[in-house]
T-cell receptor, first 115, second 108 residues
Framework: NAGVMQNPRHLVRRRGQEARLRCSPM?????VYWYRQLPEEGLKFMVY????????ESGMPKERFSAEFPKEGPSILRIQQVVRGDSAAYFCASSRTAPMNTEAFFGQGTRLTVV | QKEVEQNSGPLSVPEGAIASLNCTYS??????FFWYRQYSGKSPELIMF????GDKEDGRFTAQLNKASQYVSLLIRDSQPSDSATYLC????????FGQGTRLTINP
């Protein structure tokens, strides 16, 4: 019974390139959340998605960032034209139902380094 | 005002003592409350969840919820060095929101 799977675990991109981060939720989970974490800081909410729908993207920067969770396949967090400030750990979590009264479990994260 | 607030610490507790971690939240509509543990360089791990007012015990861990005061806490009894980690409080209303975490160190 696989947990939340994120790949790649580590990603190095040059400034201006695109970064694609993937998240496969736990089996039976249809709700996905993305968070960004800087060293020594908490988890900053970015976006909450359900299959084929963005439910809440209030934490997403207005430019360069996008997320999707298609009917088939993993959820994708896409960062275009990366800058050094995008360097962080990006975590994905999934839950079986909507956030209320259900537990969310995390993947191992993707460490993005922009050089 | 932050949605979820925690004392960032660090909190230092001697081995075998009780560690007490606190969290307050601003949204009165919040319905679910979680404690995650995160070791350095690792992902958050769910250790406790509580939905109703009162106490919930699981082994050495007790979560306490007081919705009237908008307050949730985590007690760790018989603290062990392996409990040294950052503890994240999370709250859900429409989405899952985290506090900044409390760094806990258990001293042998």
């Amino acid at each position: 019974n696989a947990g939340v799977m994120q790949n790649p675990r580590h990603l190095v991109r040059r400034r201006g390139q695109e970064a694609r981060l993937r998240c496969s939720p736990m089996k039976g989970h249809s709700h996905v959340y993305w968070y960004r974490q800087l060293p020594e800081e908490g988890l900053k909410f970015m976006v909450y998605l359900q299959k084929e729908n963005i439910i809440d993207e209030s934490g997403m920067p207005k430019e360069r960032f996008s997320a999707e969770f298609p009917k088939e396949g993993p959820s994708i967090l896409r960062i275009q034209q990366v800058v050094r400030g995008d360097s962080a750990a990006y975590f994905c979590a999934s839950s079986r139902t909507a956030p209320m009264n259900t537990e969310a479990f995390f993947g191992q994260g993707t460490r993005l380094t922009v050089v | 005002q932050k949605e979820v607030e925690q004392n960032s610490g660090p909190l230092s507790v001697p081995e075998g003592a009780i560690a007490s971690l606190n969290c307050t939240y601003s949204d009165r509509g919040s319905q679910s409350f979680f404690w995650y543990r995160q070791y350095s360089g690792k992902s958050p791990e769910l250790i406790m969840f509580i939905y109703s007012n009162g106490d919930k015990e699981d082994g050495r861990f007790t979560a306490q919820l007081n919705k009237a005061s908008q307050y949730v806490s985590l007690l760790i009894r018989d603290s062990q060095p392996s409990d040294s980690a950052t503890y994240l409080c999370a709250v859900t209303a429409q989405k899952l929101v985290f506090g900044q975490g409390t760094r806990l160190t258990i001293n042998p």
